[in-house]
Nanobody
C-alpha cells in the first residue's frame, strides 16, 4: 500500500518561504499525478499543485498550479529519494492551511481537472500545517 508522509510545515511571516516534502513509500500502476492540496479551517480542500510522473509518457514532468499560487509555488520531485517537494515563496496569510500530499489517480483526465477533483486521489498523507502571519 502506498504511504505518504509530509513534513516541512511551520509558521512564517508574510513574505517568507517554506519547502514541504512528501516521502512516497512506493509507486503502483496508478502512478500518474501526484501533488499537493490544502484545506483551510472551515473550507473545502483545494488543489495547489500537481506533477505528472508516469515514466515514458510525453507528459512526464508536466506541472499544474492553482491560479492563486502561480509564480510563488514550485512543485518538483526527486526520483532517487522518492520524494515530492513544494517550494513556497512570498507566502501570504491566505496560504494558511493544512497541506496534504496526494497520489494514485487513474490519470484519465488532465492535470487541471485533477486539481479540481481531490476525490479522485486514492492515497493521502496526514498533512503538515502551514501558518502565515501578517
Amino acid at each position: 500500500q502506498v504511504q505518504l508522509v509530509e513534513s516541512g510545515g511551520g509558521s512564517v511571516q508574510a513574505g517568507g518561504s517554506l519547502r514541504l516534502s512528501c516521502v512516497v513509500s512506493k509507486y503502483t500502476a496508478n502512478r500518474n499525478y501526484i501533488g499537493w492540496f490544502r484545506q483551510a479551517a472551515g473550507q473545502d480542500r483545494e488543489g495547489v499543485a500537481l506533477i505528472y510522473i508516469r515514466p515514458g509518457s510525453s507528459y512526464y514532468g508536466n506541472t499544474y498550479y492553482a491560479d492563486s499560487v502561480k509564480g510563488r509555488f514550485t512543485i518538483s520531485q526527486d526520483n532517487a529519494k522518492n520524494t515530492l517537494y513544494l517550494q513556497m515563496i512570498n507566502l501570504q496569510p491566505e496560504d494558511t492551511a493544512m497541506y496534504y500530499c496526494a497520489a494514485e489517480t487513474p490519470g484519465t483526465y488532465g492535470g487541471d481537472w485533477y486539481l479540481r477533483h481531490p476525490g479522485e486521489f486514492r492515497r493521502w498523507g496526514r498533512g503538515t500545517q502551514v501558518t502565515v502571519s501578517s
